[in-house]
Structures are given as C-alpha cells and as structure tokens.
T-cell receptor
Framework: GQNIDQPTEMTATEGAIVQINCTYQ??????LFWYQQHAGEAPTFLSY????GLEEKGRFSSFLSRSKGYSYLLLKELQMKDSASYLC???????????FGAGTRLFVKA | KAGVTQTPRYLIKTRGQQVTLSCSPI?????VSWYQQTPGQGLQFLFE???????NKGNFPGRFSGRQFSNSRSEMNVSTLELGDSALYLC?????????????FGPGTRLTVL
C-alpha cells in the first residue's frame, strides 16, 4: 500500500527558514516530487528527488532519505508570496501514477 | 507554449446527472493524468492515459471513466453524480508519463453537485 504523511499547517515569519517534512511508506518507491499550490491555482513543480541527499534550487532545497522514507522541503528567506500549500508526491516504478500527500498549508506572517 | 487547458472551469449539476470534463495537454505531451482534489484529502489519482490507452487507474468507482483521443486531448466522465463528487478536478500532462516526468497542471474544473 501507499501512505504519505505531511503536517496539515505551518506558520512562519517573513525572512525566516521553514522545513516541511514528508514521510512515506510506498511499495516500489521510485522518486519524490514537491509541488507548490497557491489558493485557487494549479500546482506547480518545485523539485524532484530520486537519489539520497539534498538538492538546492535558489531559496528552495529538497532532501530525500530513501532508507528512512523521509523527505523535507526547506524554504529560506521566506517571503509573503510563499504562503501556499506544499504537496509531497511519490512515484512508483512502472506505475504511471503519482501519489500525493494531503499537502501542508504554509502561512507566512510579517 | 500554451499551458494545459480545462473546460469548463465551473459546473453545477444535480444528483443523478452525468458530467463530461475536457482537458487539452501541452502540445507534444502524450500523457494525461486526472486527479480529484478535495479539502483535507489532497489530490486523489483517478487515471492516466498515454496514446489513447489507460495505463493506470485509482480507487474510484466505475462511475468515473475517461478516454484519450489521438491528439492527446482527454475527457473524463462521471455518471450518476453524488453529493460527494463535488470537488476540483485537475488534469496534468507530461511528455511521456515516465515516473520522473514533471507534471504540468491545468487550472481545474470546479464541480458542484447539488
């Protein structure tokens, strides 16, 4: 079976750093995506990890530990526009489908 | 390059009716996936199509069906609508549907069942 867990909501302050965790239990795990979704908009791609380690892309970084079934998305120098839902999603080998977690709503306050 | 388009953007139906939603992928993309999004549940996978073939299906009742045309456009149909079908239906396209392909999402169709 497949199970993905993320915190439901998080609040952080503008300019700060926030880490959004995602744990998964998935048969045939292949890789892990992070998507950002602003309210009323479509999800947009942030990152994809297939190997263990940290991938940095500007203010956003994503980490994966395959052995622990764990990933996190790190957002630095938070801006008000980062207020959004962050969706963790896993893909399985040969599955032709992406399994999404319920998402974490991030509120950035001044 | 035009993005993924979905029509209609909003629909209001009553219980028992049926509905057809349409999705046009990005030009050159051959894989289309459909998702149902509800508050608290997140995105639930409905099905994926590639070259007019359904390659995978989620855990939804048979009232949910779909198809893909030779130009990669896709439709999904929900018959005998229930109140619980009220949701945002998103389609996403990718080049080949490979597990490492980034998906590009359309704006969604907001379905309300009364």
């Amino acid at each position: 079976g497949q199970n993905i867990d993320q915190p439901t909501e998080m609040t952080a302050t503008e300019g700060a750093i926030v880490q959004i965790n995602c744990t998964y239990q998935t048969s045939g795990f292949n890789g892990l995506f992070w998507y950002q979704q602003h309210a009323g908009e479509a999800p947009t791609f942030l990152s994809y990890n297939v190997l263990d380690g940290l991938e940095e892309k500007g203010r956003f970084s994503s980490f994966l530990s395959r052995s622990k079934g764990y990933s996190y998305l790190l957002l630095k120098e938070l801006q008000m526009k980062d207020s959004a839902s962050y969706l963790c999603a896993v893909t399985v080998v040969g599955g032709f489908k992406t399994i999404f977690g319920a998402g974490t709503r991030l509120f950035v306050k001044a | 390059k035009a993005g993924v388009t979905q029509t209609p953007r909003y629909l209001i139906k009553t219980r028992g009716q049926q509905v057809t939603l349409s999705c046009s992928p990005i030009s050159g993309h051959r894989s289309v996936s459909w998702y149902q999004q509800t508050p608290g549940q997140g995105l639930q996978f409905l099905f994926e199509y590639f070259s007019e073939t359904q390659r995978n299906k989620g855990n939804f009742p048979g009232r949910f069906s779909g198809r893909q045309f030779s130009n990669s456009r896709s439709e999904m149909n929900v018959s005998t609508l229930e109140l619980g079908d009220s949701a945002l239906y998103l389609c996403a396209s990718s080049f080949s549907g490979r597990v490492d392909n980034e998906q590009f999402f359309g704006p969604g169709t907001r379905l309300t069942v009364l």
